[in-house]
C-alpha cells in the first residue's frame, strides 16, 4: 500500500511568488492533515481536512494560505504571496476513522525555501 | 493550552550507549503521548504511543511510559545503533482532538 506522498519535495521560490504544494493521501482516509516545521522549531498543526470539508483550520497563519480538498482525495496548499517567514517543512498526513483516536500516517514533507 | 518540552540537541552519542531523551507535557484531561521519528529524507513515522497514564509504548528497542505524576513521557533505549540516528519528536493529542501537538525535535547522532 502507498503511503502518503507529497510533491514537490523541495522547492525554491522569490518572495511574493506563488507556490503550490500537493499531497495525495494514503487511498479510502477520508482525514488528511496539513503541518508545518518553521525553523527548525516544533511541527505546528494548520488545519484538518474530512473528505472535502475543512474541520479545524485554526492553524492556518493568516489569509495568505489557502487549503483545498476538492472531491475528497488529493490536497493542495497555496501561499500567495509568498513571505521569507512561510520557509520550513510542510507535512502532510492522513488517517481513516475517527479523528482522536487513529494513527496519522505522514509523508516526506515538502521543503520551502522563500528568497 | 497544550504544550510539549522536549530535550534540546543534538544529542551525539557513541553506538551501543544508552540513549534518554527527555519529554514534558502540558495538558488538560488524559492526552494520548507519542514519539514520532524522522529519519534522513524519509516523512515522520509513529515510533511508540501510550494513551493512558503508567501505559508503557516500546518499538524497536526504544520505550517510553506514560507518568501522569510528572506529566513526562521520556523515550529511553538501552543500547543505540547507527541506524538510530535520526531527529525525535514528542507529541501529545488531546482526548477529543484530532490535531497533534509536536515538541520541537530532538537530533540523535550515533557514532560507530
Known amino acids: 500500500e502507498a503511503g502518503v506522498t507529497q510533491f514537490p519535495s523541495h522547492s525554491v521560490i522569490e518572495k511574493g511568488q506563488t507556490v503550490t504544494l500537493r499531497c495525495d493521501p494514503i487511498s479510502g482516509h477520508d482525514n488528511l492533515y496539513w503541518y508545518r516545521r518553521v525553523m527548525g522549531k516544533e511541527i505546528k498543526f494548520l488545519l484538518h481536512f474530512v473528505k472535502e470539508s475543512k474541520q479545524d483550520e485554526s492553524g492556518m497563519p493568516n489569509n495568505r494560505f489557502l487549503a483545498e480538498r476538492t472531491g475528497g482525495t488529493y490536497s493542495t496548499l497555496k501561499v500567495q504571496p509568498a513571505e521569507l517567514e512561510d520557509s520550513g517543512v510542510y507535512f502532510c498526513?492522513?488517517?481513516?476513522?475517527?479523528?482522536?483516536?487513529?494513527?496519522?500516517?505522514f509523508g516526506p514533507g515538502t521543503r520551502l525555501l522563500v528568497l | 493550552g497544550n504544550s510539549v518540552t522536549q530535550m534540546e540537541g543534538p544529542v551525539t552519542l557513541s553506538e551501543e550507549a544508552f540513549l534518554t531523551i527527555n519529554c514534558t507535557y502540558t495538558a488538560t484531561g488524559y492526552p494520548s503521548l507519542f514519539w514520532y521519528v524522522q529519519y534522513p529524507g524519509e516523512g515522520l513515522q509513529l515510533l511508540l504511543k501510550?494513551?493512558?497514564?503508567?501505559d508503557k509504548g516500546s518499538n524497536k528497542g526504544f520505550e517510553a511510559t506514560y507518568r501522569k505524576e510528572t506529566t513526562s513521557f521520556h523515550l529511553e533505549k538501552g543500547s543505540v545503533q547507527v541506524s538510530d540516528s535520526a531527529v525525535y519528536f514528542c507529541?501529545?493529542?488531546?482526548?477529543?482532538?484530532?490535531?497533534?501537538?509536536f515538541g520541537s525535535g530532538t537530533r540523535l547522532s550515533i557514532r560507530p
Open positions: 507529541a501529545l493529542r488531546g482526548r477529543s482532538a484530532s490535531k497533534i501537538i
Open positions: 498526513a492522513s488517517s481513516q476513522g475517527a479523528p482522536a483516536v487513529e494513527t496519522q500516517y
Open positions: 501510550a494513551t493512558k497514564a503508567d
